[in-house]
């Protein structure tokens, strides 16, 4: 099957610091993809260029067939194809929840509003927040404002999800309810790309497991042979600050949840 996402000999500086090196990485569709690495080896960066909210520098980009780093892309209509959230939701405070989720459907996919409003609702009952469809932001929990923030970006229908550190700013008992929708979305075939500091999660959830230092990609394998056998140096000190990811069981334990 061929690739949905290819970077190749990618590269981004910053100024005079190179932030990217020669990246080279296919996503193919329906995979999941864990990206991990310690603070500030680009994990960011790269998810940011693939969305076009950072330019690159050199290589090729590759998405569904089209190459991102020509002078023509258009950003706007690719933005709409890959779908991504952050660890800030970003709801806008004055809109109630369904109103937010409905602004890129409606607003910019010109899409009717009762179908897109159809295909809203049925998402928010998904991921247990249909009753709240009327509320405003400030009246909702950080976990389920990072529900709906990923409700926003599914009602546009994208062919691939970004996901960087969602639920780094959640309080633990609220990280699991929004993993648990990420997992469904795996589960369900969506191509994602996560960034995580959740190694549980990252194990249970992940067909590869993407390993960065220092800009470049220095391992990319299945979870199991990541996590217990690293190929690189790098990467076991990595895991060894997550030591007790040995101790955890192969799939953690999620509740069940409809599928989206
Ligand atoms: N807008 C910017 N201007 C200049 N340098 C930047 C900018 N954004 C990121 N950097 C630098 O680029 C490098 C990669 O940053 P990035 O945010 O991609 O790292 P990260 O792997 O996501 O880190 P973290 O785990 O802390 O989120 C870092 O050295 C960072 O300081
Ligand atoms: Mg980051």
């Known amino acids: 099957m061929s690739a949905l996402i290819e970077f190749k000999g990618f590269n981004k500086f910053f100024g005079e610091q190179q932030v990217l090196k020669e990246i ?8 999941v993809i864990v990206i991990l690495g310690p603070s500030g080896c ?22 569904n067939g089209r190459e991102l780093l020509d002078k023509g892309t258009d950003w706007r209509d690719v933005r709409q194809q890959i779908g991504m959230v952050f660890q800030s939701y970003h709801l806008f405070p004055h809109m109630n929840v369904l109103d937010n989720v409905l602004l890129g459907p409606v607003k910019v996919q010109k899409r009717d509003r009762r179908d897109a409003r159809a295909q809203a609702e049925a998402l928010l009952e998904r991921v247990g927040l249909l009753d709240k469809r009327d509320a405003f932001p400030r009246q909702l929990s950080g976990g389920q404002q990072q529900r ?15 996901f960087d550190e969602v639920t780094a700013a959640l309080d633990p008992e609220m990280v699991k309810e929004v993993l648990e929708v990420i997992q469904c979305l795996a589960r369900e075939g969506m191509t994602l790309l996560i ?27 299945p979870p199991e042979l990541f996590f217990t056998n690293p190929q690189t140096a790098r990467a076991q000190q990595f895991l060894e600050k997550f030591s007790y990811v040995e101790a955890l069981p192969k799939k953690t334990q999620t509740k069940e949840l409809e599928p989206l």
């Open 24 to 31: 080279d990485l296919q996503v193919k569709p329906g995979e």
């Open 195 to 221: 960034v995580t500091h959740e190694m549980a999660f990252a194990r249970a959830v992940a067909d590869r497991i993407v390993f960065m230092d220092a800009g470049r990609i220095l391992e990319q394998n």
């Open 148 to 162: 709906i923030a990923i409700v926003r970006s599914l009602c546009m229908n994208p062919k691939v999800m970004l």
């Open 42 to 63: 680009g994990k960011s960066t790269l998810l940011r260029c693939l969305n076009g909210l950072e330019v690159a520098h050199s290589g090729s980009l590759n998405f």
